[in-house]
């Protein structure tokens, strides 16, 4: 579900922001998520490793969840970067994209999570992108909007998919 929030810096703001909804369980985590750009114009996803939480195998993009000890979500988004494709990759982060709020289900803890995603838009500036997590990461794979087969992707991706294709479709 697309939530129409403004971009926020933190984690204190964004909980003044929810404090009165009704729909978002309390339980949430946030994760934050880039929509990386190459030169060629194709977004940047990673397949999904066993090491997964869940969806694994699936297709993704980057980011991962927000820490405690994060200072804000520009700053989380970019250590998920460097975890997830390492330090030879320089993935510039852009717009904020939107946010959306979905539950998976957690194979570790075998339950549902509740999640809160920010997302912006990237671009692969130079460099190389590494496997980092190779338990959760089998490698990195490149399409341009509508290339990509919607059933490989993870059901996070696929609502973020489609904001974004809707959002970039006519900067192809």
Same mark, same amino acid.
């Given at each position: ?59 993704? *993009? ?24 390492? +330090? ?11 946010? +959306?709020?979905? +539950? *998976? ?17 990237? *671009? ?5 992108? *590494? ?42």
């Amino acid at each position: 579900m697309q939530l129409y929030i403004p971009e926020v810096k933190n984690m204190k703001e964004l909980k003044e922001i929810l404090k009165d909804n009704n729909i978002i369980a309390k339980d949430y985590k946030v994760a934050v998520i880039v929509y990386a750009f190459d030169e060629n114009n194709k977004i940047i996803f990673q397949r999904r490793g066993p090491g997964c939480r869940d969806e694994r195998f699936k297709l993704e *993009t980057i980011g991962g969840r927000v820490k405690e000890d994060d200072i804000d979500f520009r700053t989380a988004l970019n250590r998920e970067i460097i975890e997830e494709v390492g +330090t030879e990759a320089n993935i510039e982060i852009g717009e904020f994209i939107t946010s +959306t709020y979905a +539950t *998976t289900f957690d194979n570790r803890y075998d339950k549902e999570q509740p999640w809160i995603y920010l997302v912006y838009k990237g *671009t692969l500036k130079s460099g190389e992108l *590494t496997i980092a997590e190779p338990d959760k990461c089998l490698g990195y794979e490149r399409y341009k909007i509508g290339e990509v087969d919607e059933r490989e992707l993870s059901n996070g991706a696929k609502e973020l998919y489609k904001i974004v294709s809707e959002k970039y479709i006519a900067k192809k």
